[in-house]
């Protein structure tokens, strides 16, 4: 954490979500989904891969008098993009993967098949990503696409994502792509190469290229992820994590690579983070890991300009269908929007203000415009596996608008114990696929816990000494109270309501 | 509580629900706080005042060539009746108070001015009262109407609802009445005295009268409260409680008082019970009232076929406008939907079973037909003004539908901690008419905190040991566990799972 | 209609329209018809009486230790204008009528009992409208309600609206309150002295006062109707009618009154208009009313800055409960949202554009930004009782932004025969009381018949030969085709497709 | 057409509907359009392919400790009949196709890829069959699950679909199938064989086989389709068309070729039909296709127990995602919800009564248990290409329950020119994806267009002589008139209103 923290909360913890494949927008579920994490968070963006895949649609060959044609069709990009627009949220558009009536061979990724060769004519792609590129901006206005950064292709740097993993096509579908886009208009956002961890050095060799050709870029962006490699068993996996502060070293990354050199200045895009990459890891469904999360959305805006958590939502089939309602999903709901700590993580983060009071290992404290001031606050993890860390303690004293007088608190927590749906579906039996009556407990058992409580103000702020449960995050909301009781209190006393002694009178 | 308890639980606690005067039941509130009402309670019917007062405009005297002649408008009743039928509720008809064209005086009741003088015209009153009961028979049909309860009027022992709380004059009015109502079809159901606590000889008075005349009648009726008399502040006021056997004890008189006569075996409705008959009492916002009505709602089945919360929703004005959020209104929900302890009460009450498995001073343990058990425990309340009693506790060895495995429990609880948005509300400065966000705020205090727990089966048992809060009522709900933990148990291993030790796996 | 009409259709005819008393907006009927209203039309400011009459509850004098204070209650206001905002449609403020806690006579006005007399105390007064006022900008933020119109009184030039119409009276209540709200924030914006017809001298006078005095005021306003004396019949009236262009003459008043002097520039609002002022002369129910209004709408923004339709509603109840669905009201709606003539008058300006391209005694032709050409058409009407005019005809040369190929126009059409709501339920019979079966066909027969043509283009022109039913308004919605006509059209013959012959292909 | 027509329109054209593939009904587009269905419609249940096929994930092998395991995942099927059940509306379930894992060979069907191979394991295809029968069982009951029908397979007579379309192959699998089933529950219904047109005799030799070895069976089932051989072009096909009497033939040919043996009183199901079997023929889209299903809609209960439309919605995707918003697609409704004219045939039929008081060539007149009475008439169509007929009339006497006073009609009509959004999208320049106010347009276009009249009845009937448009559809509503004219006519005048001479009060 830099010793002088920046004294604003960016939106970049929320400038983009990753989602599960294009055309699984088109689902009810996934709207509801979304529909619910932007009402409660409110994401920016939205990314995922497919966009040209052949769920899609989009590119249609043709014979006509014995030529080849094709047809470029929107029936589905224009019902997800409307529908993303009407949630208040825009594409963040990956261009891939390559239908396969115009891909050069058959690898493809992914139980959806997504073909991952070279285009076996770059004319072709071409046309079909001006095609497309173009129809976006006909249909919804450049004021609105040029908002939108447009990044080429995905993890070009992995065998499982680009034939060979090799980077000279990759550049070359980088020259391709980013010339049509900006042929579509100048000032259209183009980027890349989206890259996994583990292959640093391809970001400067991109650096390299682009600059050398002066090819159009706007922005860079990289992947992160923090964990280990994956012992399987039957739907599921095993893998080790490295601490937080890793993913917030990946999210530094380019700025560093790329200080000084022709690119430095170019916003850097984490366009994919989470701790496991196996869509399979029940870490993901865990307390545990909404506490891993905390520090890295308090800091992650320091040290880039958005990184984008993969994925919202357990509507996702890149293993294939999933075999159960908690089953390791990236999501922070799973299917029929059972909200998962990590949820709740960004829920808490969505009712921070933008003006940074105070930010430490294990709290971060915030005003809005209006005054409100609102402070997170988490326990350790420990990723060795040790005991875990039971009533770890918090002290702040938080200032307020009012030099005296009270404030009143609520506070919102989700732990082991508390808002924990994946617990209670353990306890449950591990369902898999629950009756209504199940879903309405796991809700239930998913809402964090509120307290509140009546605190006093003293020189302009609030004393609080917090204890944390195992895994525990913790929304503070503070609000200076404005007293309205009325003038008659000697008439009236609270006392003399039943049930209600001296001490316990509010 | 009677040595041999029946074994099901009937609907008497949820056939009926009170409610501010019939027009209110047009705004927004009232039917979105009846619709949350109906979703997560179900009850059967709803009562309450003015269905013939001038606010409805029934009754509509006009002059046509210099005659007098009366139209009857159905505009306002129909809105409402379709409305409660949409949302799963009949009425439970009071026939009152009397149009202002059709009084024979000006003494009105309440804020909102019920003329509360008899008809002017006996003739004129049966035209009203046949005119609306065949108008609704016509519009909703005769199958629907005659399960409609009708009562003559309400508390006409008092004088400030029946003009010198003349019982011959309201046996009069019953005669007319009773008669007409049986004119448009014998089938309806016509009933009375609906008296208020302290007039027990009128049934006997009024069970002769009808018998004598051999009058038509299909129910009786009276009211219940608890209260001592008001001492009055600005907006409020402060009144002593009975313990709660005394709604038990009310609940139990008219069965006793008609035993052996002719009216022995009519069914009595309880047609209004609360603990203080003010609206401007805030021990109706308290959780000392959810635990104080527990056990009445536990047993008064037992000795009536209904009794009917007086009422669902603060959206009220007998004292006239509420000048605040909370002020003490007999609502189970505030304006707005806040939840009050009580509602939670009631709405615990819809997610028991028919069957009774067990039932105590501090409990009631039930069955559903799908083998659902469920079990309400509450703390005792003090009326005296002593201490009040925490950590009560309560043993329970609860049969389930499995020999042994294990069983999922999950909890949820109001006490003055948990659930309770007026204490909430307090703490903020009883703010009169709260900010959105205030709202917000109270709805999430609102909530009962939930929690969950696996429990062993023993001999076709689960034990627990419940210790409740101030105030608490607690619903537990117990569920045999069907494990559907993978076969491959050996290949997976919760406790490679960070941050789950050996204790903590699920 | 001015030689040079300006060449922008202004938001006069939807700045604002009429409502019923300000409580009835806690009604669901009432809220679900204004969001139809803001959903299909978009009124920008709302305006209705009783703002400060009993049934809102904002003036609660009591006694404490022998003393009378005023607590000044909020709780309906803030639940009306929160719904407002929710809708998308502010408060146009009328400050009015008098608390009957402050009244200085008993005279009301109206069923639900307006009390129209002087306050007895004018401190009194000046603290309800200050407590009121800054309430508003604390809950709402001055931002919002320095947008918010505020009018003082309504009528006061009448006796039964304003005590003996006494204009030196309403000069103090204007200086009072007029001070009393620039006090609170000399940026909002209050005005009067929102007279009726046949009272033009009254603005003369008030001008002269308010100069003299230099009080502060922002706008002027005054209220416009047609008809002539009432013959009553119950429930209904008979009254003749001025022809529109009457209407417009009152709209053109104030401007010619105040020109040269010191109001001269103050915006003019005609906060009320009508054609009759009764709300029980069914020809607000007919299509005759739609084509009345038409050329007002077309013109009125030349005149005045904004002209408030009396009201958007049925639900209103000066004249009592409505007894009958269509009653004669002013709503543009009935209960329960059946859409009147008037009502799709209003819907088919909400589609015009904002630049006027042509205008007559019976058109007006706009386009909007995105060049999207939109034309109203009217039939005229006649007041005296002459034969009705069917068949009369339009002919249009409309400009579009291709200069060749087709247009597709689309026509929406209310007339007599066509969308006219008034006119099947009276061919039903006239239920008071429809069932839903007949709401259900009401609501269909509601509609506008809609029909649709392409159109040649000749020197990017649309030349139209509109023929009109007898009072029909219709909106004619014109754009040129961007022919998607496959490229394979030698393969495809629209003429193979059973059905469609040479001519009738599409 | 029988010479006595039963007295009774049953269920059978609402029995059940078909639908895409089993996993599109998870897309939002997929329900919405099914709710809208549901609400005007209601079909009882609803059938399409693809249950078992690999994209609804059921079948799941997997290897621990070296041994192959299959596990049976209902993730999504439980998704979809959850929402089904919601709806309204119950599976009818066909089992099929092959999951890949289970497969003996590689061919597909469709786009999406449907294997159609026999299962290389018998044991594992009745463990896939018995485990998802069970599961339905255990999570809808018996009870629910009994009323599904279940059809082995669809269309095993098609190499397309079955495996060289071997007949012994799929006796097998029905025999297997059927056996499995009723060893979950004997009380469950299946069915077979789901052959298509023109391999009648497979149904004979079912039937033989099945009775030889007294195999289980509850319903026989085929399909019937009218086109004739298909001329391709790019995304489209031309097709000639047999006239709409041989739909009633297919209709008719089960109940024939059984009569006399041991399956003669089983029920028929026609489980798909409809003009065109082609998702690309536009005849789907137009006005010609309602009026030639009416006559099959009108009279095809008389031959089967029901006949299932293939399909309510254009969200289809065997041919590939449709590329443009008509595009000659099976549904009753496009993408987004564009109702077709076939869609306002069902709705039209969905307020038919249950008692048929006269039927013929070209309409039919029904009665419902309240007495409404309703008229459906349709224009004749012709499919030999000859000049469509314009003006047709159609003269009915219709009986009501009065004998004498008025009646209400109100007709509803679709044709070339009323209620043909496909006409109005080829007008508007064949937009393949159109904006939201074309979208808008094209709705407004697609609604029916509504008359009403008032008409005398004389000896208890009401004479109307209607004149059809080409292709009309037209729904007759007629209702006597209860006449609510006020008492006062006399003082009240309609003549005197604006604008209504002498002829024209209604």
Redesign the interface.
């Known amino acids: 954490m830099p010793d002088d923290p920046p004294s604003r909360l960016t939106d970049a913890w929320r400038f983009c979500v990753g989602t599960g494949r294009f055309d699984l927008a088109?689902?009810?579920?996934?709207?509801e989904s979304l529909a619910l994490v932007q009402r409660e968070i409110g994401f920016r963006h939205i990314r995922g891969h497919g966009l040209l895949s052949d769920?899609?649609?989009v590119h249609?060959p043709?014979?006509?008098r014995g030529t080849r044609?094709v047809?470029h069709?929107?029936?589905?990009v224009?019902?997800v993009i409307?529908?993303y627009l009407d949630l208040g949220i825009a594409p963040f558009l990956e261009l891939g993967f390559m239908p396969s009536g115009l891909a050069s061979g058959g690898q493809t990724v992914f139980w959806w098949q997504g073909n991952v060769t070279p285009p076996r004519s770059w004319q072709e792609w071409a046309a079909l990503v001006r095609a497309t590129v173009t129809h976006l901006v006909d249909?919804y206005g450049l004021d609105q696409v040029r908002t939108w950064p447009i990044e080429v292709w995905n993890e070009p740097n992995l065998k499982e994502f680009w034939l060979d993993a090799d980077q000279d096509a990759y550049h070359r579908l980088y020259e391709v792509t980013a010339n049509t886009v900006k042929d579509v208009d100048a000032s259209l956002q183009v980027g890349g190469p989206a890259i996994s961890p583990g292959s640093d050095e391809w970001l400067v060799r991109f650096a390299d290229f682009v600059a050398e050709r002066s090819l159009p870029i706007d922005f860079v962006s990289r992947h992160a992820y923090t964990s280990g490699p994956a012992q399987h068993?039957?739907?599921?996996v095993?893998q080790t994590?490295a601490p937080p502060s890793r993913l917030l070293e990946q999210f530094a990354t380019p700025r560093r690579q790329l200080r000084g050199g022709p690119l430095a200045d170019l916003p850097v895009h984490i366009t994919e983070f989470n701790s496991s990459y196996r869509p399979d890891n029940?870490?993901h469904d865990?307390?545990?890991h909404a506490?891993?999360l905390a520090p890295v959305l308090a800091a992650g805006g320091d040290l880039a300009d958005s990184f984008s958590y993969w994925t919202f939502s357990d509507v996702f089939e890149e293993a294939?269908?999933?075999?159960?309602?908690f089953h390791g999903g990236f999501g922070l709901l799973t299917?029929?929007q059972i909200k998962k700590p990590a949820y709740h993580l960004y829920a808490f983060m969505a009712r921070m203000g933008e003006e940074i009071l105070a930010r430490g290992q294990d709290h971060l404290v915030t005003r809005d415009d209006a005054g409100?001031v609102t402070a997170l606050a988490w326990a350790p993890?420990?990723?060795t596996?040790g005991?875990?860390v039971d009533g770890h303690t918090v002290r702040l004293s938080i200032p307020v608008s009012s030099p005296s007088g009270?404030a009143?608190l609520?506070r919102?927590s989700v732990s082991?114990?508390k808002g924990n749906a994946?617990?209670?579906w353990?306890?449950?039996?591990?369902?898999?696929?629950p009756?209504?009556?199940q879903l309405d407990?796991l809700r239930?058992?998913a809402?964090p816990?509120?307290?509140?409580?009546?605190l006093p103000i003293e020189d302009g702020r609030v004393a609080l000494d917090i204890t944390l449960d195992?895994?525990e995050v913790t929304l503070l909301?503070i609000?200076p109270?404005?007293?309205?009781?009325?003038?008659?209190g000697d008439?009236?006393?609270?006392r003399?309501?039943?049930?209600?002694?001296e001490e316990?009178a509010?």
């Open positions: 088109l689902r009810r579920d996934y709207q769920g899609v649609g249609r043709y014979e006509l044609h047809r069709v929107f029936t589905y224009d019902q409307d529908a249909r068993v039957p739907f599921g095993h994590l029940p870490i865990t307390a545990f506490a891993y294939g269908v999933p075999a159960s309602l299917h029929r409100r993890v420990d990723v596996g005991p875990p009270r009143f609520l919102s082991e114990e994946w617990r209670a353990c306890e449950m039996g591990r369902p898999a696929s009756r209504s009556r407990a239930e058992a809402e816990v509120r307290g509140h409580r009546s195992r895994h909301e609000t109270v404005v007293d309205e009781t009325s003038p008659w008439r009236w006393d609270d003399r309501l039943l049930g209600l002694d316990a509010p």
